[in-house]
């Protein structure tokens, strides 16, 4: 008895394995793309609950995980970029009327903003924190003191 076996002819060999291979390193690249964004997820969550933690405990409103890992990601975002800058870019911000300089109001921040700012840099980027609260102490009258 004589078995006869069609073997596929080389070139189609090749051509399977090339296909199997790109499927195989696209998946894996999918793959790993997937774990880097779980674990930057979970180090984001991780650094937001502690922000909220030290917010509780200072007593300050409490802002949802997704807020904080929206605004501040794993590694402080542009808060830690060059905090002061941030600070003074937000209370110009928040505080502006939309005047011209004659009609310009002073600025007036709250305790609990620069506060909530300093815990904030305290939890992401901590070696920043001696820059801010000199500027702080040098720019701003703060009523606990």
Do not use: W
């Not at 894996?28 to 880097?36: A, K, Q």
């Not at 409103?61 to 605004?71: A, F, K, R």
């Not at 903003?113 to 820059?131: D, Q, R, S």
């Amino acid at each position: 008895m004589n078995v006869h076996v069609d073997a596929a002819p080389k070139t189609t060999r090749i051509i399977t394995y090339v296909v199997l291979g790109a499927i195989f390193l696209i998946l894996l690249l999918i793959g790993l793309g997937t774990f880097r964004t779980v674990q930057r997820n979970q180090q984001a969550m991780g650094k937001a609950a502690e922000l909220q933690a030290a917010y509780r405990t200072a007593g300050l409103p409490v802002p949802s995980t997704e807020q904080i890992t929206g605004l501040l990601g794993t590694d402080g975002g542009r808060l830690c970029d060059d905090p002061v800058a941030f600070f003074h870019r937000t209370v110009t911000q928040y505080a502006a009327t939309g005047a011209g300089n004659p009609g310009a109001r002073p600025i007036i921040t709250t305790d609990q903003f620069i506060e909530g700012t300093a815990l904030a840099i305290n939890v992401y980027c901590p070696e920043e924190l001696a820059e801010f609260t000199s500027f702080v102490d040098d720019n701003y009258e703060l009523r606990g003191k």
